[in-house]
């Protein structure tokens, strides 16, 4: 199984969102890291249709046939899940009403009859509210304009996780949740993604560091870098810095270099963590880069911005 990018570019008015992207994915997880602005949620609404691309192609292998998407149309569909970054649920819809109608718009079942569709339509229902922690005996019945943030962003990656997809693509899977859900989340996304492709589009670079396959880095819609976070991470090495220095200097070390984490205690000392080709102070202590530390590297003019 394998999606093909094929140089797919998109403008709107005089503005390039996408410029001749070109990526192949097979089974595993991929991430999308890349400000705002950069071309992830283009490119991501293009995959799955509900936009078109001004030039290039998606193409779909499948069991030995490759074939456009496109003219593809309702058969790849079928094939996708789709949690986008802003989730539409209406709000006096229950929880449990949701799922069934995304399961009626996909057309789960369909080569069932009536009792059997019925039947691993409420399975499959009660499977996935389970997977994103959902599944109290309340939050069934519960509307969707009562549930917290973090509950509607559950419900959405479990509605886009009907109907067993092929190609899963998730815009900011664990936005709104808490530390144990996201780490539930990501664990949830880990396990299915053996025979799946995955595409994340995340801001939470800590979300993908240890279960991306592959990482492309996006600004203003090219491609400046990928690779597995190894690869990119090593780019940086002996060059993420620790250093403590007084909570008066701190505002000037920002000045001179990307400061990736700041701590302190209870003295007047702070411990910074910095980018830096060189030591900042000659008792600077080298430690190891994270895919965090790399982000800003590659982007902290534009998030600073």
Known sequence: MKLSINGISKSYGKKCALACFNAEFEPGIYALLGPNGSGKSTLMNIIVGNLSADSGNITFECDGETEDTL?????????????PQ??????????????????ALKNIGAELGRKERREY???????LLSA?????????????????????QRLALAQAMLGDPSVIILDEPTAGLDPKQRISIRNYISKIAFDKIVIIATHVVSDIEYIAKDVIMLK????I?????????????????????????????GEECSVT???????????????????PTCDSINVLPTLEDYYLYVFGDDIQR
């Not at 802003?86 to 399961?103: D, K, L």
């Not at 339509?121 to 499977?127: L, T």
């Not at 203003?220 to 491609?223: D, P, R, S, T």
Request: glycine share 10%; net charge neutral; hydrophobic share 35%.
């Open 225 to 253: 870098d990928s690779g597995t976070p190894r690869e990119l991470t090593s780019k940086i090495e002996g060059k993420v810095w620790q250093i403590d220095v007084h909570e008066s200097e701190v505002e000037k070390v």
């Open 220 to 223: 203003k819609g090219l491609i």
């Open 132 to 152: 994103v922690e959902l599944d109290d005996a309340d939050v069934y019945g519960r509307k969707i304009g009562a549930l917290s943030g973090g509950m509607k």
């Open 121 to 127: 339509i409420s399975s499959e229902v009660s499977r």
């Open 71 to 83: 003219k593809m149309g309702a058969v790849f569909r079928k094939k996708l899940g789709f949690m």
């Open 86 to 103: 802003y989730p539409g649920m209406y709000p006096n819809f229950t929880v449990g009403r949701f799922m069934w109608y995304m399961a």
């Open 261 to 279: 984490g700041i701590s302190k205690d209870e003295s007047d000392i702070a411990r910074l963590r910095v980018i830096s080709e060189t030591p």
